[in-house]
């Protein structure tokens, strides 16, 4: 009984260092790659680790959602626009400006640490130190989450299907071509 | 895992993304970092949800991802629409309103 | 050796492991890869039969030559000593990074796909009637919640193999073929998904198990037979899970006669892989439109059989159909033209997608007319 609790606790670390080593090594090339197509597939490898990590959290729904939506459909609009747009950076981080933006960089840095250093100070905390799934049944199934949304959120819910649909027209908007010729069949 | 680790990992994770959005130029690797941002925050909201056995997180995760996609598609159709007119993907050359 | 019983008992993590992976060499080693070699030859011989030629039919082991069935280890051999060429200008990690991305994410998605009856563990020589099994073991690599959810998610990973393939290339056919390959796959899976969406509404279930088990072995206890929405549902996730195989007549990203496709700079062992992802792909869809409408495993009157024979009888019977519906694929494959770029676009949104909503709108009034 003990081998196998301890070789599943052992299990659990082992794919959680491998999860959020993809997820951070992942974010850490996608913002220093300088060939976008690059840092796309760099960001699909942090969005696949990262759900993982949700799986782990017993959130099956958002982890699938993860990546049918971010890695299947947004990640694939943004190299589809990379290959029209595509242009290869001489210098990804322009001079102009540098000093400010080094600062806020330093100012978010000293942010991140605190927080982090707080977090893990304060880590027995009981809301910080929880590590088991919740007893409560169905938790992160598809029939408990789409229950939540259809009973108590049903509002939100139906507001960003509103949102959603702008953002549609909007980028068709955007993205239309205006033809010169008027006598030609408007699209 | 304890969910101190979730909660590092995730603050990790936005402070990548709050640097690529501070230092790069690149609209569309500015855009990435926005989402991986996002991303971070849906991570923290679902550590939580667990921790405190409450589903609610799970709903706000995916109000969140919708979110996202909406801002990457409205995002996305500026770039595109920026690139036509002005034949440039850099954020410091979009700068007509500048004075 | 206590420990030993303890860890690959019934229900224990060694059980469940060793499980795991005999059923994945059976079903996508064994299975899969298998049919999908063979359909590799299947298509040229079938293609031969339908223009009046004889296809290859030479390949054999000594006097053994059964139509030249071994045709497809030969063009494995050949592939394997191929030069395996990447353009000067190309970017090497993305290059090879692109099959791999190709023929993973079809392999992935069978793992949600139920090939048979459970099987009784410890009970195997004795009749069992299905659901009265006390150890069950599903037929099935992964029994998930999420199921066809799953399989959209990691299908639609499969974009990036032909995008990326078209990019990295540095050909402008190339790329050409990568983007019509991203925007016709983004665009048909929409459609896929709302066509299922009904039969969701019909099953209260995402779990491909579960959906099997709901319906029936005769023909009118199919899925496809539910109900109007339901027959609907079957023809567009037919054609829109076709699209998403980039096969004739939606092979646009390809199009041999006018841009080579995404692949134009790929040989050897790189480019087999493309041409064994997009077998899988077939295999993979027929597999999950088998399970969604047509009844999956399910086999009349064989649970009196002894639970071996049951087990072994149902398989067949799926493979059956998978195989059937594989045949289906390719006959269509060589039947209709390439349709034009635009046309394509105008049958994925303005003619399937507003029909699949509709179709939802209908599947959920008639659950409610039902019940």
């Known amino acids: ?187 | 895992m304890p969910t101190y680790a979730y909660i590092l990992v995730s603050l990790a994770l936005f402070f990548v993304g709050a640097a690529g959005v501070l230092l790069r130029r690149n609209v569309l690797i500015v855009l990435m970092s926005v989402e991986m941002q996002l991303a971070a925050g849906t991570l923290a909201l679902l550590s939580f949800s667990r921790a405190l056995g409450d589903q609610k997180g799970h709903v706000f995760a995916f109000f969140v991802m919708a979110l996202a996609a909406a801002e990457a598609a409205v995002g996305l159709a500026i770039v595109v629409s920026v690139f036509r007119t002005r034949r440039t993907a850099s954020l410091d050359e979009v700068n007509g309103l500048k004075g | 050796m206590p420990q030993t019983t303890q860890l690959f008992g019934y229900g224990q993590l060694g059980f469940g492991i060793a499980a795991a992976i005999i059923k994945i060499l059976v079903f996508v080693v064994l299975f899969a890869m298998g049919l999908a070699s063979l359909l590799t030859w299947l298509e040229r011989r079938q293609s031969a039969m339908m223009q009046d030629r004889l296809g290859p039919n030479r390949a054999n082991l000594g006097r053994w030559r059964a139509w030249g069935l071994l045709h497809f280890v030969a063009d494995a051999l050949k592939m394997m000593f191929k030069e395996d060429f990447i353009p000067p200008k190309a970017n090497r990690f993305l290059f090879t990074l692109a099959p791999i991305l190709a023929l993973a994410p079809p392999l992935i998605v069978l793992a949600i796909i139920p090939f048979g009856a459970p099987l009784c563990w410890g009970h195997m020589r004795e009749a069992v009637p299905l659901g009265t099994c006390a150890q069950p073991v599903d037929l099935q690599i992964a029994r998930l919640d999420v199921g066809v959810l799953f399989y959209f998610a990691f299908a639609s990973l499969s974009i990036y193999g032909a995008t990326l393939a078209g990019w990295a290339s540095y050909n402008k056919w190339a790329l050409m073929g990568g983007m019509r390959a991203a925007s016709q796959m983004i665009s048909y899976e929409v459609t896929m998904g709302m066509a299922v969406l009904a039969m969701f509404v019909c099953y209260g279930t995402l779990e491909p198990g579960a959906m099997v088990a709901q319906q029936g072995p005769a023909p009118w206890q199919w899925g496809i037979l539910r109900g109007i929405p339901h027959f609907i549902a079957f023809f567009l996730f037919f054609a829109a899970s076709f699209a998403e195989t980039k096969r004739t007549p939606f092979d646009i990203p390809e199009g041999e006669s006018e841009i080579v496709g995404y692949f134009v700079e790929y040989s050897g062992l790189r480019f087999g892989m493309f041409y064994l992802g997009e077998f899988l792909e077939v295999i993979g869809s027929s597999a999950l439109m088998v399970t969604i409408f047509l009844g999956g495993w399910q086999i009349w009157g064989a649970s009196v059989l002894p639970n071996w024979a049951h087990v072994l009888l149902s398989m067949l019977v799926w493979g059956a159909k998978v195989f059937l519906f594989c045949g289906l694929q390719l006959l269509v494959r060589w039947t209709l033209p390439r349709f034009r770029a635009d046309q394509l676009m105008r049958l994925g949104w303005q003619r399937l997608l507003p029909i699949s909503i509709a179709n939802v709108v209908l599947a959920a009034c008639w659950q409610m007319w039902i019940h």
């Open chain 1, 1 to 187: 009984m003990n081998l196998a609790a301890h070789s599943a606790s052992m299990a659990e670390t082992i794919v959680f260092a491998i999860l959020s080593a993809g997820v951070l090594v992942g974010g850490l090339l996608t913002v220093t790659r300088r060939n976008p197509v690059s840092a796309v597939m760099c960001l699909v490898l942090t969005f696949a680790a990262l759900a993982g990590l949700f799986a782990t959290l017993s959130a099956h729904f958002l982890a699938v959602l993860q990546i049918l939506v971010y890695a299947g459909a947004v990640m694939v609009l943004f190299i589809f626009v990379v290959m029209m747009v595509n242009r290869e950076e001489s210098t990804p981080i322009a001079r102009q400006g540098l000093v400010t933006r080094a600062a806020g960089v330093l100012a978010a840095g000293y942010v991140f640490y605190r927080v982090a250093w707080l977090v893990s100070h304060e880590r027995t905390l009981p809301l910080l130190a929880a590590s088991a799934t919740p007893p409560v049944k169905d938790f992160g199934t598809v029939s408990a989450v789409g229950a939540l949304l259809f009973a108590d959120f049903l509002f939100p819910f139906e507001a960003i299907s509103l949102l959603l649909l702008l953002a549609v027209v909007g980028g068709v908007m955007l993205t239309r071509h205006v033809r010169e010729d008027h006598s030609s069949r408007v699209s």
